[in-house]
DNA sequence: CCTATGACTGGTC
DNA sequence: TGACCAGCCATAG
């Protein structure tokens, strides 16, 4: 596992993000181990738009998506989230209590 | 090898 | 979770 790149390491946490729910630069980072949240988004930027890692699924700390270079991207984002039964308020901010993600699940 | 860059975070007011 | 300041570390050329 420690032969995997750091990038892939990264994509394999955001692959284990259940539908339904979304986690934060942080999250993903402390369960990586070894690396910050800006290696996070640095990785998920490199991530082409037909990846099969769920990028989308990945959102900052304030609960909204991430404004992304170019401005476009981050509206797809929201986009397929809300496909994914996600809902965003009036603030285009997720409910972190109800989407949230635990973590890979304890068991 | 060195430099530049980047989808961020945390504590405080 | 509003805004502000400074740090973080890997990847690419």
Redesign the pocket.
Same mark, same amino acid.
């Given at each position: 596992m420690q032969d995997t790149?750091?990038?892939e390491r990264i994509y394999a946490i955001v692959r284990q993000i259940p539908p339904g729910k979304v986690a @934060?630069?942080?999250q993903i980072?402390a369960l990586v181990g070894?690396? @910050? =949240?800006?290696?996070?988004?640095?990785?998920?930027? =490199?991530?082409p738009f037909d990846s099969d890692v769920p990028? &989308?699924r990945?959102i900052?700390?304030?609960?909204?998506?991430?404004?992304?270079?170019g401005g476009a991207?981050?509206a797809l &984002?929201r986009q397929l989230l809300q496909e994914e039964g996600i809902q965003f308020d009036h603030?285009g901010?997720v409910?972190?209590a109800a989407v949230g993600w635990d973590g890979p699940e304890l068991v």
């Open positions: 790149p750091l990038y @934060t630069y942080g980072a070894g690396c @910050t =949240a800006r290696m996070v988004g640095y990785a998920l930027a =490199a991530l990028w &989308q990945v900052n700390r304030h609960g909204k998506v991430s404004p992304r270079s991207g981050s &984002q603030e901010r409910d972190f």
